[in-house]
């Protein structure tokens, strides 16, 4: 009985929505609320009475009426909705005798999609872009296609390298940084700017600082914003730091914990003053559409991870330890985050300790800012780089206190 009832609800349910949209007179469509119920038990009762084999010739049934009221009905609009609800209503009548938990979720998703009519042909139509569209074509491909293909084991030169965990962290890249394109687009540019620039940092804060000064030297009046969006980035910087050392390996972000919270916190509050202001300001534009990531900048960012993990790997067998911190050193110039991750594989391949993973990952965050500290300089003049190169060496003063502390506590 509680089967039957949930039948009753989905055809009730999605035929509540139809018979709104059905219309009136001659030209209303075939299918209301009362075909809609009866489709729904008679999908259920076809399962209780014959299983899969009735409900697929009542299905089929279903499917032979609705294209005879198709045809006989549908002479200037070429839709098809109905038809195709009316059939989906016939199988989750079915699928409620079994599952009915399932069935009556999806038959909540199959009205909320029916309903939604005005506003996603409105989203698609005028407000998703073509290269918009592209790049959620990119994500699902990259997504749905090519991370089942990739091998999940370790290959290369001394075994460093393992293609389906580097294109998991490329696939992460892409979400984050489409995240935050859709908080631009949504909330326009007034605070566009700190979010592109918090966004921006999950894939590269050295780079969004050398945007946001670049964007400063443009236009002067937002330097407020662009401010906010270069020192926003440093948080970014430590929270995909604390998310990939936790992904790679749990015993090196505990290790690293207080230091990173230290620096966070520290990044979190420099942050907040300059956003304040940036929020208080009037919007002088409105947000554009654009690219919900750089797909070139992704990809050099799997070959930049790639290559520091050959590299750490070929030193620590060289040169012990000692090559670990040189090879770290010198990737966090590019990127700390290629750095942190190659040294917290070594830890999770049992190659190192957790302890000594913390020198070399201090290291490529202290090159990197010094990254950063020059990029300021040069490319947003005088009035950027005094705004926000202290907020860039308090953070990572506070990593590196952060371990102090963390030693004089042990």
């Not at 009735?54 to 032979?64: D, H, K, N, P, Q």
């Not at 109905?82 to 079915?94: D, F, N, P, S």
């Not at 089942?148 to 890249?173: C, E, F, K, Q, T």
């Not at 002088?284 to 050959?310: H, N, P, Q, W």
Request: glycine content about 10%; proline content about 3%.
């Amino acid at each position: 009985m509680l089967n039957l009832v949930v039948a009753l609800g989905i055809g009730l349910l999605i035929g509540a929505e139809r018979e709104r949209r059905k219309g009136t007179g001659p030209a209303r469509a075939a299918a209301g609320i009362r075909t809609f119920t009866v489709t729904a038990l008679a999908g259920a009762i076809s399962f209780i009475i014959g299983s899969e084999l009735l409900l697929a010739i009542s299905t089929a049934g279903v499917i032979a009426l609705t294209a005879i009221a198709y045809w006989r009905g549908h002479t200037d609009d070429p839709g098809l909705t109905t038809e195709i609800a009316l059939i989906v209503t016939a199988l989750l009548g079915g699928l409620s005798t079994q599952q009915p938990a399932l069935a009556g979720g999806l038959a909540v998703i199959v009205t909320v999609l029916l309903a939604s009519r005005t506003r996603l042909h409105g989203f698609v139509r005028s407000v998703l872009t073509e290269n918009e569209l592209n790049d959620i074509l990119i994500f699902a491909g990259a997504t749905l296609v090519v991370l089942p293909l990739i091998p999940d084991r370790s290959m290369g030169p001394y075994g460093a390298l393992n293609p389906h965990s580097i294109w998991i962290l490329v696939v992460l890249v892409m979400a984050i940084s489409g995240a935050g394109y859709i908080a631009v687009r949504m909330l326009g540019t007034r605070f566009g700017l700190p979010i592109a620039g918090l966004a921006s940092g999950f894939i590269s804060s050295t780079a969004t600082i050398a945007a946001m000064g670049a964007r400063v030297k443009a236009t002067a009046h937002f330097m407020t914003s662009a401010v906010a969006g270069a020192v926003l980035s440093t948080i970014a910087t430590i929270a995909q730091m604390a998310i990939v050392l936790g992904a790679t390996s749990w015993p090196t972000l505990r290790t690293l914990s207080v230091s990173l919270a230290f620096a966070g916190l520290t990044a979190v509050i420099y942050g907040t003053v300059f956003t304040v202001l940036a929020l208080r300001q009037k919007a002088a534009d409105e947000a554009k559409g654009g690219r919900a990531f750089d797909l070139v900048t992704t990809l050099v960012f799997a070959l930049t991870l790639s290559c520091i993990m050959v590299a750490s790997a070929a030193l620590q067998e060289w040169l012990g330890e000692n090559g670990i911190i040189l090879a770290a050193a010198l990737a966090g110039f590019v990127d700390t985050h290629s750095a942190a991750i190659s040294v917290a594989s070594l830890v999770a391949s049992g190659k190192m300790t957790a302890a000594d993973a913390v020198l070399p990952i201090l290291a490529g965050l202290s090159t990197n800012t010094i990254s950063k500290l020059v990029l300021a300089g040069t490319s947003g003049g005088r009035s950027f780089a005094v705004r926000v190169i202290p907020g860039l060496i308090l953070v990572v003063l506070a990593a590196w206190l952060g371990v102090l502390y963390a030693f004089i506590r042990a």
